[in-house]
């Protein structure tokens, strides 16, 4: 799974030893408080977090006027509890403000204390940051009890180092967990997670939710090598994105992500025969067959085709979405939403396709649909299926009917049988009346949608061929067929991307992705500038 198994935890401790059960947390980096509603701030941690707010204010209000290099500075803090750190933060506060009352001090020296507060400030925002987040149960005197959560993976390593402190561990059913406050922590592989960023823009899905990126990471690069189909610019994008990956670390995500969409630009290229608008002969054009529909592609015929294969592409990415709503929604345990307004949405898309082609063989002849023997469009062109048009007609036109009518009248219906408030009732009906409405337009717009795949595949061939004929100037046209072809890739992946990015954004996110998840944020030691050791016996 891309979203790690949770077990939540709950952990004592006598008041005077809570300063080193929270250093354990602090050190081991697994645990994530509960902030759930009846846990609240303690007393003797609010003190605490008073004193070292003071410390990062000192020391902020100290460099507010200086430069330094931040590169270079790295400095240990050593505490054997939570309130050692604090007066050992405190200590170091008060001695770099002594060394500054001196009159005449050297650069160099300067320069050291101006580094030693940056690490001081960076150490109490550290420790700010982890004791703010710390919440506890009411109605205990002596000892301190909090909440939180652990990944699975890492439960018998914190058990190990906080066995004396732990009360309560059970692991976190996604099916039952509908609280916001449960946190997401995503776990993907390498190549996968380079997708993150764009689900991510979305927001961060709940814990009981399905996280979209591994999906994303097969499509996204799919959607860009259909729109940019070709070896040649494939090739020049798979090695950009390497050479971006190894030599510019900084950008490196987006290097390993342009690599991978040039290599489905190259893949893509071998169904297509293109090479840098020239046309060429693959063993591949033989399992799709795309050669006829491209040799002219502005003809009524091969418009027609391509368009027909981006709407069932665009068929299939769209269920998907329908049916992550529906898991989704199960998971929540809103089974009448998933089975009586996301199950029949999906039904209802789904038999609309086949519906839509049926119409369009009998040329929009409706009277024709339920008798016709001519084979369905697209079946036969592209899968070589032989289903006679009345048999799709009469095998979706059931589906449809009986799914437009739970998706209006289910919700309402259901509310009444178990007996709801009559106000419920009235507004699932008007919510069903209302997607009555405003689904088929829905459907119809997101379909449509889909065609840029072809659109955008057929300009760049079409901009390709015109690229390719430079060549025929001779020797004086390989510098400006170069230089095309630079600017070709350049302009199409840009506008290739985008136009995935909102397929994927609008389209398909749209319809089952809210993104009101809460980041799984360990406790920690460690700051950009700063590190704190913990001497813990």
Known sequence: MAIAKLCRVVLASPKSDSGVMIAKLCKYSFFHPSNRDGLVEDPNLLLLLSRIHLIYSEANELLATQHIESEEIHQIFHAKDLFSLADALNSEMTDLKIELQVKKLSLTRINKIQRRLFALRDAAHIFF?????IRVFQGFRR????EGFVPSDKLQLFQQQLHGY???NESVEKRLAREPYIPTLIVNPKIISLFENISLVQGLPRYNEIDPTPIVAFVFPLFFGVMLADIGRGLVLISVGLFVAFKMRKYGVWGWMLAILGSSSFVMGLFTGEVFGLRISTP?????PLQNALENPTSTESLLFIFEIATVIGTFHLATAYAIAIINQIRSRNRIEAFLGHLPTLLLYSSSVPFLLAVIGVQFRFQEIFSSQTSTPLLNSLLGIQIPISLVAQTSVPIFVTSYMAMMFGRSLAYLIIREDRHIVTEALESGLVEGILKPIEFLANTISYIRLGALLL???????LTGRILELGLVGIPIFILANVGLIAIEGLIVYVQD???????????????FGVTFSPLNSKGEFSEIKWQLH
Do not use: D, M, T
Not at 284 to 288: K, M, T
């Open 459 to 465: 300009l760049s061939i079409i901009l390709g061929s």
């Open 284 to 288: 591949f054009q033989i399992i799709v």
């Open 129 to 133: 940051n982890n004791v703010r987040r």
């Open 166 to 168: 732990i009360a309560l």
């Open 143 to 146: 000892i301190i009890v909090v």
């Open 501 to 515: 990015l909102r397929i994927h954004l609008y389209e398909w996110f749209s319809k089952f992705y809210f993104g």
